[in-house]
Structures are given as C-alpha cells and as structure tokens.
C-alpha cells in the first residue's frame, strides 16, 4: 500500500479532525482496508456499492492532503460510494469522482462535523460552562466538553461570581441586597450615607414651617436615590428655596407610639412631631432598642416610625456645652433649640469632627446639649 498525494479538491478538508488517530472502539466499528469488507454495525450510505472500500484518512504524521487507497492505485466507479473514517473516529462518506476517491465527508448529526478536534480526534473539543441563572455568564467552576452547549450551557464568559443569583455578574449595577452584584469582591459596597443640596418641591411634603414633614420627604426621596438608603433627615442648611439634606443607609424603620412616649413622657401629642422634645424622645426610644440614636420618618396620630441608626453609622456627642453650637451658628443658644439655626449648628459641629453630618440637640438644658454625628 503506498500512500500519495491528492490534489486540493480531493484532499480531506477536515484539517482540524486530521490531527489524530482514531479511537479503538471507533476503528473497531469499520471496515478493515485488507478485507475489503464493511462491519455489519457500520450502515452503507449505498447498498449497491457495499463492496467498495473503506477509505481512512492518513495519520496525523503523514504529509497533509493524503489520504490510503485500500486497493492501491484500482481504479474507482464513477459516483460510487463507499464508507470513510475521519480523524475523529466517526464514519463518513467517500465518493468516486473522475476515477479517484474524493473527500471524507461527515455524515448529518456527525459530531465531528464543524468541529476542530485540536489534535485529540475524539470530537469533544469545546468547552462549555454553566449558565444556571441565565445571566448569560458562566460559571468557571462548572464547566464540561462537547461538540454543542448542551441545555444550561454557554461557550462563555466564564466570570460569574454568583450562578445562584440572575442580578450578579460582572458589569451588574450594585445593589444593596448582601449580594456582590457586580462581582467585584465586595458586597453592598455603595456609599451608606450622602449629602444632597436638593430643592424643597423635590422632597414633598417638606415645607419651612414643618421641619417633621421634611424629614418625611427626605426619607422617601432617599430612598428612591439608592437601595442602599434607608431613610434621611434635614434640612441641616436652610435656604430659600432649597436646603441640604443627609441619606442615610444600614438603618432600619422600627418603633411606634407607645415607644417614643415612654422614652420621653414630654413628647405628647403627634402635633409635637417637629419639636426638639419628640427629637429627644425618639433619640431615647432607639437608643432603649439598642441602637446610638434615631431619627423619625413618618409620623400620624399614635403611628410613628423612626429609623433605628446603630453605632457604625452614629455617635453622640454629650456633655456639651451652648456654646459649642453657638460658635458653629450664633442663632443656636439655649432657648432656641427647635429653630433651624439648630440643625445648622449641628451639621456644623459634626463636620469639624469628620463627620458627614449630624442632628440635635437631642438632649439639652439650660447648660449643657448632646448632639449626633453620622458618619
């Protein structure tokens, strides 16, 4: 038997499948090239052409565009067919072109077919991994090879931190749920806590002359800025038209009534809620549940709602003296503790300490004040 080139139209144009040898079980399913016979478990694409002979592809070591003749230089019948075995080990189809054995086709289904075989000749050369949230990434630690995704599976990318969860995954938007959404490493890993210049008709129902409704306003527009807030407070600075208001994050909406009045008997009636005695006694209340201080959201007869600030986000400041504040803005002094001027101060004192932020006097009397500083 000898072996001779072929031209380009008849070389095996399945370069990728060419590189290695054929499976055991695969060349045990053939027809030995001596016998000239095909096994009974090999189905003839032509009856009428049973006898013709197997045709096998050359070895990866043999010069390319080859191919063995089984019956040497025996001429072919002119569109007979026969059965050939790719590089990959599967079964194709030959047939007889112009007195020659032309190219090893792939048979329909064939999983060689399309395929590069990288050398290895089994056919099962592309990598797929797993897709479970169909996020469109995959996971690099679920991975498997065959010659087409199979269901749940994706060629790639392979850089999903989370296949559990649809809304992780590289280049996700970052969202407060103790997930790392955007596969950074880090989780939940937005600001907790923000100052905002906004326009009093951004945070409704906030008017000048309620300070408790604009903590109300602040606390749904916070809200709605970043899933990573909980609540707000302010105006700290007061404008004209617009004032500087503090989002804050990691601070659930707890409380009631029945809270607030035990915390600070003063506090006694909802029409109190812009008052700084119902500031204290809110302070009271969350701090009796644990937290450093709070702040109230909403308000309506014998239903409050306040947000439970805890230690990583505040700390208070008591034992001060007026003129602590006084120095930070002249218009907070003992006797004026509900103005604005108040919350200004307060702002001010805490952001010469490093602080975002801060409110108060959540304590006073005629001497000494406390006030609480977000960071």
């Known amino acids: 038997m000898k072996i001779r080139p072929l031209t380009l139209a008849a070389a095996t144009v399945m370069l990728g499948c060419a590189q290695g040898a054929a499976d055991d079980a695969a060349s045990e399913a053939s027809v030995t090239a001596e ?13 009428a052409t049973s006898d013709a002979p197997m045709i096998e592809e050359a ?46 086709t792939p048979r329909a289904g064939d999983p060689c077919l399309g395929l590069d075989c990288l050398g290895k000749g089994d056919g099962y050369e592309h990598t797929f991994f797993r ?8 996971d690099p630690k679920q991975k498997t090879q065959a010659c087409v995704a199979p269901a749940g599976y994706l060629a790639g990318p392979a850089d999903d931190c989370n296949d559990a969860k649809k809304e992780s995954y590289p280049g996700a938007t970052e969202i ?27 945070v409704p129902p906030c008017s000048t002359a309620d300070p408790a409704s604009c903590k109300q306003g602040a606390h749904e527009w916070c809200k709605a800025k ?15 038209t617009e004032g500087h208001f503090v989002c804050i994050g ?5 409380g009631d009534w029945a809270d607030v009045v035990a915390a600070q008997p003063g506090c006694s009636s909802d029409t109190l809620a812009s008052k700084r005695v119902c ?26 709602k306040f947000l439970g600030i805890p230690a990583a986000h505040a700390q208070a400041f008591d034992g001060l003296v007026w003129s602590d504040l006084t120095s930070q803005h002249a218009g907070c002094k003992s006797g004026t503790e509900d103005s604005y001027d108040c919350n200004a101060a307060s702002h001010r004192f805490c952001t010469t300490k490093g602080f975002v932020s801060g409110f108060g006097p959540v304590e006073y009397n005629p001497t000494n004040v406390s006030v609480v500083c977000v960071k």
């Open 35 to 47: 016998t000239g016979t095909t096994d009974s478990t090999v189905p003839s694409t032509d009856t």
């Open 59 to 104: 070895p990866a070591d043999a010069p390319p565009g080859t191919i063995f003749d089984a019956l040497d230089d025996a001429p072919c019948t002119e569109g007979s067919k026969t059965g050939c075995k790719t590089g990959c080990g599967t079964v194709g189809d030959v047939t007889c072109v112009g007195g020659e054995w032309g190219k090893c």
């Open 131 to 138: 897709d479970g949230d169909g996020d469109g990434h995959g």
């Open 176 to 202: 407060c749920d103790g997930v790392d959404n955007d596969c950074n490493g880090k989780i939940d890993d937005l600001a907790k806590i923000g100052g905002f210049n906004l326009a009093f008709t951004a």
């Open 226 to 240: 970043s899933s990573c807030f909980t609540g707000g407070f302010g105006p700290v600075e007061l404008g004209a």
């Open 250 to 254: 990691d601070s659930p909406l707890i």
């Open 279 to 304: 500031e204290s006694a809110v302070h009271r209340a969350a701090r009796a549940k644990g937290y450093a201080s709070g702040m109230l959201q909403t308000h309506a007869p014998s239903n409050w």
